[in-house]
């Protein structure tokens, strides 16, 4: 079973999941993944998947220690993102110049399919929380919008979504990770929700 479940053969991706991940990467936005399944999916399933390169951080309940809806590993996302994060000030002089500003749970979408561990758990943690409705499961998603849930059949919805409720997208601008002065790789900035 362990062996099954640790290949290729039993997952699929959905075929929405690659394109919103290079939608995201193009724009600037972190991904990762907040899983109360095993390691595994982070070092195996998802490369093989071709998922793998363009997520930047996995946060996994086995190594927190706590499972979704816990309010502690939604936070431990949030530090497993923020490496990955344009969060510099570059406005101001002096010792305000390019201070770092921590990330902020509101900055954060988090996109599930589970009412409980990902809806409810991401708010109590106080991120935005869209969940998906793949199998077109009419009650249930019913039930999860009556609870108050952005309910969407697609990435491409929540891609939708994010312009319509005119939230702000991260950006890479002017922000690089560097190694001995040389740039290795990219930052992303953070998603907030624009209030008029």
């Given at each position: 079973?362990?062996?099954t479940f640790?290949?290729h053969?039993?997952?699929g991706a959905?075929?929405?999941?690659?394109?919103?991940?290079k939608w995201?990467?193009?724009?600037?936005?972190?991904?990762g993944?907040?899983?109360n399944a095993?390691?595994?999916y982070?070092?195996s399933?998802?490369?093989?998947?071709?998922?793998?390169d363009?997520?930047?951080?996995?946060?996994?309940?086995k190594?927190?220690g706590?499972e979704k809806?816990?309010?502690k590993?939604?936070?431990?996302a949030?530090?497993?993102?923020?490496?990955?994060?344009?969060?510099?000030?570059w406005m101001?002089?002096?010792s305000?110049a390019?201070?770092?500003t921590?990330?902020?749970?509101?900055e954060?979408?988090?996109?599930?399919?589970?009412?409980?561990?990902?809806?409810?758990?991401?708010?109590?943690?106080?991120f935005h929380?869209?969940?998906?409705?793949r199998?077109?499961?009419?009650?249930?998603?019913d039930?999860?919008r009556?609870?108050?849930a952005p309910?969407?059949k697609?990435?491409?919805?929540?891609v939708?979504?994010?312009?319509?409720e005119q939230?702000?997208?991260?950006?890479?601008d002017?922000?690089?990770?560097y190694?001995n002065g040389n740039?290795?790789?990219?930052?992303y900035?953070?998603i907030r929700k624009?209030?008029?």
């Open positions: 079973v362990y062996s640790g290949s053969a039993a997952y959905f075929p929405d999941a690659i394109p919103f991940l995201a990467h193009r724009r600037g936005i972190s991904c993944v907040i899983s095993d390691e595994r982070g070092d399933i998802l490369p093989m998947l071709g998922l793998g363009d997520m930047q951080f996995f946060c996994f309940s190594n927190v706590f809806p816990h309010k590993i939604f936070e431990a949030i530090s497993e993102a923020e490496p990955w994060l344009c969060l510099e000030k101001g002089t002096g305000q390019g201070e770092r921590p990330l902020k749970p509101e954060i979408l988090h996109i599930g399919n589970d009412f409980k561990k990902d809806y409810v758990g991401a708010k109590e943690a106080g929380a869209v969940l998906l409705d199998y077109d499961e009419k009650e249930l998603a039930s999860w009556e609870g108050g309910v969407f697609d990435l491409i919805d929540v939708e979504y994010l312009g319509r939230f702000e997208l991260g950006s890479r002017r922000c690089g990770a190694l740039e290795i790789s990219s930052k900035g953070p624009v209030y008029e």
